[in-house]
């Protein structure tokens, strides 16, 4: 059985990297959860970012984010959040929800909310996606090429390359990750 990882709201937002961690999730590396509150973040977020974007469009990267990861959705940790101590008092939501899942992780591109001290007593690690995705590297380099070949593979408007992902990937913060599926891709 894959550990249990619950991605960040700051994971999710920015699109190729949201999809190579559920990619990642449905190999089978890792059983990725997260929460509608998550989710509620990470659209509100999207939409001040790009107000262009259409409603429905987003509707249905919701839909499809919640039918390509089975058990996905964490519920029952209200009652643990108010009990719980991070620097940001907005973020408890999320390690309740690691908490409650079981969780091993927290997938997170703001490790300053989440402090290893806090986590620790809870047995969860904080994790940068960097740190995340070059831990599945270890674990199995081949699915992770392939997730990131998938991507590529499913661009249609405009058609994009590995290269093209991988530069994207980088961009979102996956530098070594992304150096070291270069020298072995």
């Known amino acids: 059985m894959a550990f249990v990882v619950v991605y960040d709201a700051s ?9 190579l ?10 059983q990725a959860k997260w929460t509608e509150q998550i989710l509620d973040e990470m659209f509100a977020a999207l939409q001040r970012q ?17 039918t390509a990861v089975r058990d996905w959705r964490i519920t029952g940790y209200d009652p ?23 969780a091993q992780v927290i ?8 402090p290893i001290e806090e986590l620790r007593a809870w047995d969860i690690d904080p994790k940068s996606p960097d740190e995340f995705v070059r831990d599945q590297i270890s674990l199995d380099r081949r699915v992770v090429y ?16 590995v290269e ?5 990937l980088e961009r979102s913060g996956l530098g070594v990750s992304v150096a070291e599926l270069r020298a072995g891709g």
Do not use: C, E
Not at 107 to 114: A, M, Q
Not at 147 to 159: K, L
């Open 11 to 19: 994971v999710l937002y920015p699109n190729t990297l949201r999809d």
């Open 21 to 30: 961690l559920i990619r990642i999730a449905q190999s089978g590396l890792a």
């Open 50 to 66: 790009r107000p262009d974007l259409d409603q429905a469009r987003l509707a249905r990267t919701r839909t499809l984010m919640g």
């Open 80 to 102: 643990l959040i108010d009990s719980l101590k991070l620097p940001d008092p907005d973020d408890r939501h999320v390690l309740a929800a690691a908490i409650r899942a079981r």
């Open 107 to 114: 997938v997170t591109s703001n490790l300053r909310h989440f």
């Open 146 to 161: 392939a997730a990131v070949q998938q991507i590529a593979d499913s661009w249609r408007n405009p058609p994009g390359g």
């Open 164 to 168: 093209d992902v991988l530069d994207r």
